[in-house]
């Protein structure tokens, strides 16, 4: 009769370290299966240290966000405006410079500049390849990341950037215009032609890389950015849902400048959206081409509009003359998803459930309001809310 069998030991889990390590080994074999270099992607890969502080800074969710008044407040700010306006002064010669070859306008330089990283004051501390690594390991982005870490493999095989230079948000924002790798190999300038792509220090080289992206992808010298409009009684509001039209279609539907001059003849063939951002008491804006170009640089409206109200203030210009309903409450996060539940739950459907509103969740708010009988601008804050909640 054979003695019982003894069960094999459960192995016991691996440590995150251990994950870590096996992440990286895996990594740099498919590194260099690409053709990198052995030496430098096991030199620079397989020193990344593990950092949990990314991994917390990218899971977390803010609670409370700003309404965009507040936002754009900040942005536009005493000192921020006077801290630009010195630099315009101090760089005068180099924006002459940019302005001739990318036809960029200095004032937008100068806005991104100012927001990005407080004219250079502020331009992070992390390792790049240790925050970039460390989310590729963690998954929740794992394509995005190690998409950067190739592109660092770049910046260093090309010489365009030293090891040592590669500090920045733990998110990947490197420089004074704090450009992550992808954007920072593709598009970065070496403006003095010293070898070496240094937006952490030298001006010359941040602004010329941040007006070659806004060129590349379609700035309009002559062209503005938006423009603050009025609409008239009976409007459809839906038709901010992101449709192209020309000044003189809209002009047709009785849009206005909010100054009450008429539009220019140059003006009536260029396109430009409707934007909504506060509803039907907020300020109204046309935006155009070079709006949407600014959302490339960071695909956020309010950022977008926070860079043209600071660029037009170094110009003692106001762009917006109509006041925000600043008595609004805005939604949390939790909110947020409590609305598209609700809106899903009757019948329009905001795909999916993640407390982000995006066009579908705008879609679908529009249609509820027009089927309950408010004006359809797709402004949502707590009385709103709570019309919807409690259908």
Do not use: C
């Not at 992390?126 to 390991?137: E, K, R, Y």
């Not at 969740?361 to 009988?373: D, E, T």
């Amino acid at each position: 009769m054979k003695a019982p069998s003894t069960p094999a030991p459960t192995p016991a889990p691996l440590s995150q370290e251990q994950n870590f390590t096996n992440w990286k080994q895996d990594f740099i074999a498919r590194a260099i299966a690409k053709g990198y270099d052995v030496t430098l992607v096991n030199t620079v890969i397989g020193g990344a240290k593990l950092k949990p502080k990314a991994i917390k800074s990218d899971n977390s969710q803010p609670e409370l966000t700003k309404p965009v008044w507040s936002y754009v407040d900040t942005a536009a700010s005493q000192v921020r405006l006077n801290q630009g306006r010195a630099k315009l002064e101090a760089h005068d010669t180099l924006f002459t410079a940019l302005e001739t070859r990318y036809g960029v306008d200095r004032h937008i330089l100068t806005s991104i500049w100012g927001l990005e990283s407080a004219y250079g004051k502020i331009i992070g501390s992390d390792n790049i390849v240790d925050s970039m690594a460390t989310l590729a390991f963690e998954g929740r982005r794992r394509q995005f990341f190690e998409g950067q870490l190739y592109a660092v493999l770049d910046l260093l095989a090309s010489g365009d950037v030293r090891r040592e230079q590669l500090i920045g948000s733990w998110a990947g924002g490197m420089g004074m215009t704090q450009f992550i790798p992808t954007t920072f190999r593709d598009y970065a300038v070496d403006y003095d032609e010293n070898g070496n792509k240094d937006l952490w220090v030298d001006a010359g080289d941040a602004m010329a890389s941040t007006a070659s992206y806004l060129s590349r992808f379609g700035w309009r010298r002559t062209e503005p950015v938006l423009t603050e409009v009025i609409l008239p009684q009976g409007f459809d509001y839906a038709l901010s849902d992101g449709t192209k039209r020309t000044i003189s279609g809209w002009a047709g539907m009785g849009v206005r400048p909010v100054s009450g001059q008429k539009w220019s003849d140059e003006s009536l063939f260029l396109e430009a959206k409707l934007l909504i951002l506060a509803g039907a008491d907020g300020p109204i804006f046309l935006t155009f081409k070079n709006f949407d170009v600014i959302k490339k640089y960071n695909n956020s409206t309010s950022y977008a509009l926070g860079i043209t109200v600071l660029a037009e203030g170094f110009q003692d210009q106001q762009t917006i003359t109509r006041d925000w309903p600043r008595a609004d409450k805005s939604l949390s996060f939790s909110d947020k998803k409590a609305l598209q539940a609700a809106l899903t739950r009757q019948g329009f459907d905001t795909k999916g459930i993640d407390g982000r509103l995006g066009p579908n969740s705008f879609r679908a708010i529009r249609a509820w309001q027009k089927f309950n009988g408010h004006p359809a601008d797709g402004y949502v804050e707590q009385v709103m809310l709570k019309k919807i909640l409690a259908k």
